[in-house]
């Protein structure tokens, strides 16, 4: 059974700093692509960050600078190191990854939305980060 874990969020007050990680089962971590959406209220699904299998990185704009993103393929881990957090930033955070070929990283409406996986092949179930000021 494929499985996407996340843990990690919580409540941090602006300024401060949380690590996500995102643990896998179920397909071949190594020959994947892990990234982090996140889904604000009355917000789309938003691409945080990917990290591709060779390591190539992207990170949305507004979190450039303050979000790193990495993996470990031996704990088949993938982790979201956040800080200089800020109230924009709370949401619920999630998961996802392509493992298979041709994987749209261009997702619309809800991150949680049942038919996500048309777009990628493995989604977690989220974690929440609230940001206080």
């Known amino acids: 059974e494929v499985k996407l874990g996340e843990r990690g969020g919580g409540s941090v007050q602006a300024g401060g700093s949380l690590r996500l990680s995102c643990t896998a089962s179920?397909?071949?971590?190594?020959?994947?692509?892990p990234g982090w959406y996140r889904q604000a209220p009355d917000n789309e699904c938003e691409l945080v960050s990917m990290?591709?299998?060779?390591?190539?990185?992207y990170y949305a704009e507004s979190v450039k600078g303050r979000f790193t993103i990495s993996r470990d393929n031996a704990k088949a881990t993938v982790y979201l190191e956040m800080n200089n957090l800020k109230p924009e930033d709370t949401a619920v955070y999630y998961c996802?990854?392509?493992?298979?070929?041709?994987?749209?990283?261009?997702?619309?409406?809800?991150?949680?939305?049942?038919?996500?996986?048309?777009?990628?092949?493995?989604w977690g179930q989220g974690t929440l980060v609230t940001v206080s000021s």
């Open positions: 990290i591709n299998r060779d390591g190539t990185t």
């Open positions: 996802a990854a392509d493992y298979g070929v041709g994987g749209n990283w261009n997702v619309k409406g809800a991150c949680s939305d049942p038919g996500r996986q048309k777009y990628l092949d493995a």
């Open positions: 179920g397909f071949n971590f190594d020959d994947s692509d």
